[in-house]
């Protein structure tokens, strides 16, 4: 026993002067980022290139210098040894000593693989796999892992310590924010992440499987490896709400990546933000993709020919175009097949034409008026006044005529300019044009709403349909576009003499001019390629991470699919947690129109979150509505068992409070954070306000937190008090998902609160009256 623990002590020791030795070689690595900004500050910045190379110096800097400090917390967590005594340490970053050899290797590298692949059964090559513990730079523990007990020293084997680290880590108290897990990634998890850029990766598996994890690793691990690619196009992560967002927002940050954009649904269409929500029956129309050809009609309705000929009148002269030539002009303008506002130009230019036309004829008849009464032959010869019209007469007339009111007023009544906000609205303003435009069997009456609603997030799609339909007015842009690009040749070239000049492409901190070029060449106002990508409707993104995919409607999927042209995807989620009522039922439903069957699937089978007692009674639910699926399996048991307790909502802050302090104290100190331990109340959607009042403090990182079960989706607490899972099942078709997502958000406690009727799937759970 003394043996052991002297070995331990040993091992500690060891393993602390090699962790101190690379925190010194990460200070130094700061060290070198401070004092090459200080320089770049300093620079000369009397002509434009010096004013690119020092913008271009500073920022990448800066951003080296915040990727070092990212990663103070846990730097290095792991060590392998292989068969010839070789050890490799692995960490958040990469690290090199002066002589440029590797010291300590980034996670993502191919060389760290094996740290996260290997089995007893198929170790690769390892002996042993070790997990170091940190608290700031200190090493507390050390977890072993040997795979070939014979390929060891005596010494070693001693040195066998601890229990899994998987393990330690899945018991900590939650702190209300999403934290990485590159110490412990598992196998099929590491399947997931190193998984190509090329296609369409489905990532299936129950709650808990680790699938927001590994998904977020994964968009770590893309950028590393393709950063060329991706630093310039970005990766977006859209998830189901803006609380699941702030949820993960700190799992990239801390694996050094803070470029990636994060947006639900709701915000993906620049200068609308979705703050109302629909009912679930309009959601289900909106989310239909039948809804695209609604949209298409709409406009088209806004493409108009009078009922009779047009008449225009202006000056006392009444201008009038015949009606078969105003649907003829449609006609042609159509033809173009350029987007509405586009096409416009050219149906107002001969729409105009027209009308000038139509005054020349109108002219002439008031003159044939006057003639009547003057008797001289030659002014008597018939009058053409259209026929002499040339086409620089129809240019100056038809200018003219633009700038009349009354002119423009008829123009627009005829084909107007507009915006997607103005044509989304009034289409679901008017039950006329809906009931009109609407294919049969789409419930358009649940469409129906006052004009300048607030914008939902099934709204977005539409938005985003009619802003291709409508296309923008871009001659502006293409024409500075133009500019741009000859400019470019200039910032490249600019850009590869700075990488030449100063060293820093050795430093491995970027490898491509064209990449510093895109950043620094537009407006010099250091805008990165997420700022840019955020307010840009049409940025083609390098890739696109869809977590809690199964939520998405058929219209959010085609808004979704035009932000990645090349198809490059990672699609996450649970069939079973389809909480949504225009949500996916099949994951070939929703791809098969993009990808026509080229998507592959990695499943996720082991629950990491929620112990086995507690999957007991969501197995029940599941069992109830989706008999044909697989509950995933809990690594963990023997947490307390759930319960269910008859109760009066209005005394919930007694109950909460037990469970904090069940939670509260031990949670914290394991997590070795202060404040860890969160309880989550989750309630049907129309009680939600009624238990919110009972605990003011209701933000993510409180101690309490109520939520409607849409917004705990993703999300994960401590202990969790279900209130009302019978208001659950039955608020909408998809009650069983629901619930099913209610009972699965606990990692150690689950306690069901009714006031007097519990539903039959959950009769597993023990009745306690009081708690
Ligand atoms: N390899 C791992 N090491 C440590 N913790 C892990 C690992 N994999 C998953 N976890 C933890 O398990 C929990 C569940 O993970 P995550 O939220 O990614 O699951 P999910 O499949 O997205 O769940 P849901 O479908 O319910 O949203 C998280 O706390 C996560 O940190």
Redesign the pocket.
Known sequence: MANRQDGFAQALDSEQRAVSWLYGRLDAARQRAEEALRTAYGRETGTRQAMVEREAMASEQARRLAQLNAVERGLCFGRIDDGSGQSTYIGRIGLRDEEHESVLIDWRAPAARPFYVATATDPGGLVRRRHLHLKDRTVVGIDDEVFDLDGMSDGDRRTLVGEAA?LA??RRG?TGR??D?VA???TE?DRVIRSSLQGALVVQ??????????ALHRAAYLLYTHRDTLERRGVLVVGPNPMFLRYISQVLPALGETQVVMATVGEMFPGVRARAADSPAAAVAKGDPRMAEVVARALELRQAVPGADLVVELDGLRLRVPYEVCARLRERARAVRLPHNMARKLYVSELLKELARAEARALEESLHIEELEVDDPELSEPLDLEADLDEIDLELASRRLWGEPEIRRAVDGLWPELTPQRLIDDLLASAETLRSVAPPGLAWQELVRPPGSAWTPGDVPLLDEAAELLGEEDSARRLAAREAEQEWAEHERYAREVLESTGVAEQGIFERADVLAERHADDGSGLTTADRAVADRSWAYGHVIV??AQELSPMAWRMVMRRVPAKSLTV?G?LA?TGSAAGARSWGEVLDPYLEGRWRVER?LVN??TPVEIMRVAADVLRAFAPEQEPPESVRSGGAEPRAVRHAVADLPALVKAELAEIGPEAGAEAGEIGAGRVGVVTPDARHAEVARLFPEGDLEAPVVVLTVGQA??L?FDAVVVVDAQGILDQSPMGGQDLY?AV??A?RRLTVVHEGGLPDVLSRLAEKSTW
Not at 205 to 214: E, L, N, Y
């Open positions: 998987l880590a899945l939650r999403m934290g897990v412990t990634i598992q998890q598996g129950g709650p808990g499987t680790g699938k927001t994890v590994a977590d809690e996450v649970d947690q996720l990491y979150r989706k993703g994960e997502v699965t958000r990692t």
